[in-house]
């Protein structure tokens, strides 16, 4: 029997880390006679501010002005034995509790949606009032939905913001494919590998991603034809958390973004510096979250005070 804590299982026997496939994958369309048509206050987002892949749907909401057309609640940072939590802004500063099921765990969404499920209880969630139960669980796709679903309720400049345009979509689609492989999930096949083999197996690939990535943004200004696309969206929620976590507690220390990397921080600080891009970022629950919730891999549970480069100042 294994003497290593359950939540090493997240690795299999050869020590490689497997994540799991999202398992709801309905869409928001503009029809109004689709299952789940796009509508006001009808749907609501849950996410964690420390998490990379429901921090992409938050921005996205952010950025499309979707704020008064999707509700949204945040989980506590600690992800304990029983998984996200939901908690008071008292309790935990920049926590949103959950108002429309009045759930105390993310857990009990999941079940609320199907009481057989058996999968992880990740998030974000777009979760449907009208049907009471969650439309989707995947990140990237929940993205494409706020990018056009929601449009004919914006106003024309926010309609017209377009992440995913038609002509650039196979060079995005391209982009994204080895982007999530070996840098977005790269970092957690290299944090949460078991054997030195499964971590030089991911670490390795990971730098070469960041030195492909550092050449292409040395040309321009974002990663697909000089514009701003749902890739950069998708990269720089693992950027901006690569110095202040991933260098030290996933041991992807190489090289740091601040030091090794000048165009990749040069234009992760022109994102964050984009209307309410900043408003998205908590890096008091992206910090805590990581040293506090992976005790396997920090078992002192200390949290270290840097928060990374200044993403502040103005890029030259």
Known sequence: MSTKPAILNWASKDGEFKRQQSVFRNHIEADKNATFAAEKDRYHLYVSWACPWAHRTAIVRKLKGLEDI???????????????????????????????????????????????????????????????????????????MFNTAF???LPAEKAKLNYYPEELQSDIDSTNEWVYDTVNNGVYKSGFATTQTAYEN??????????????ILSENKFLVKNTFTEADIRLWTTIIRFDPVYHGHFKCNIKSIQHDYPHILAWARRIYQMEGVSDTVNMVHIKRHYYMSHLQINPTGIVPVGNGPDLTIVPS
């Open 151 to 153: 449009n004919h309720f």
């Open 202 to 215: 991911h670490v390795f690939p990971l730098f070469k991603s960041l030195d492909r990535l550092e050449k």
């Open 70 to 144: 999707i509700s949204i609640s945040a989980v506590h940072y600690l992800l304990g034995e029983k998984g996200w939590k939901f908690a008071s802004a008292e309790e935990c500063p920049g926590a949103i509790p959950d108002t429309v099921n009045n759930a105390q765990f993310i857990r009990e969404i999941y079940f609320k949606a199907n009481p057989d499920y058996e999968g992880r209880f990740t998030v974000p969630v777009l979760w449907d009032k009208k049907h009471n139960t969650i439309v989707n669980n995947e990140s990237s796709e929940i993205i494409r």
